[in-house]
């Protein structure tokens, strides 16, 4: 061991190791994909049964609490799965430490407004005014 | 210990090996589909401009509506709808595929390949029921 180091080997390789998170991301993608697979089902179900409707019957069928409820789910879990997922392809591809930066902020940003004014869209379906 | 000294010998001038690239390999069904998980997952990500268009065009108003139900009835509309309706198939198909393998199933060559072949079909010929369902919804092609 070196003179000038403190720490034990054991010690160094820890504190150099696992950021004890690592599989959070992994996990979380692992949910959402199994959720999605009901949910993108349903939303195609719902999509096809409003194929061609006047706008009036897409209101009300969009704003009854099921749909809504169901559209909502799948919404908010597909968004998640793909900020997740755009996460990964930014980290494996963008490496200039800026840019890479600005693409995981316009990431959130992108999801977050889908998502905000997705559920804000179902909401004012299923409350009227 | 010939390998740690390596460092400070004419090795460490040697070109450095590098990690064989795609042309390389064997041409395998599972890689592309491997691929095109990613790709299609890229799609689906801007894809989901549609859905919140969709959305937010009924709760603004008819005319709003109309605008999107005008845009989808183009032919350029239904191009961009069947790519999008594709990817979103066989996006799920092809998590699906992953999900087997995370459960540790279907790893053999032969089987990897068929979940590979499985995927791709699988999500044409879902594709082709979804349009044809929706068509039949609507009452015919117009």
Avoid at chain 2, 100 to 123: K, M, N, Q
Wanted: charged share 10%; hydrophobic share 55%.
């Amino acid at each position: 061991m070196k003179q000038n180091q403190i720490l034990t080997p054991m010690r160094r390789v820890r504190g150099l190791g696992a950021g004890h998170s690592g599989t959070h991301h992994f996990w979380h993608q692992r949910i959402t994909s199994v959720a999605a697979i009901p949910l993108t089902i349903a939303a195609i179900i719902i999509a096809i049964s409003l194929l061609g409707r006047s706008h009036a019957a897409v209101v009300q069928i969009l704003g009854s609490p099921l749909v809504a409820i169901v559209m909502l789910l799948f919404i908010i879990n597909t968004t998640y799965h793909m900020w997740i997922g755009l996460q990964e392809i930014i980290v494996d591809y963008v490496h200039e430490d800026k840019l890479k930066l600005a693409c995981l902020m316009g990431n959130t940003f992108f999801v977050f407004a889908i998502t905000f004014a997705s559920a804000f869209a179902i909401l004012k379906l299923s409350f009227g005014v | 210990m010939a390998e740690l000294e390596a460092g400070t010998t004419a090795a460490a001038q040697r070109p450095r090996p590098l990690s064989p690239h795609l042309q390389i390999y064997k041409f395998m069904l599972s890689y592309v589909m491997s691929g095109f998980h990613r790709v299609s997952g890229f799609v689906l990500y801007f894809g989901v401009l549609l859905i919140a268009w969709w959305l937010i065009a009924a709760a603004t108003g008819p005319n709003a509506y109309a605008s999107i139900e005008w845009f989808m009835g183009s032919w350029i509309g239904r191009l961009v709808l069947l790519g999008y309706s594709w990817a979103l198939l066989h996006h799920m198909l092809g998590g699906v595929r992953h999900l087997i393998w995370d459960l540790s199933y279907g790893l053999e060559p032969t089987e990897r390949e068929f979940l590979a072949l499985a995927t791709i079909v699988g999500s044409i010929s879902l594709t082709v029921v979804v349009w044809v369902v929706g068509y039949l919804a609507m009452g015919g092609p117009r």
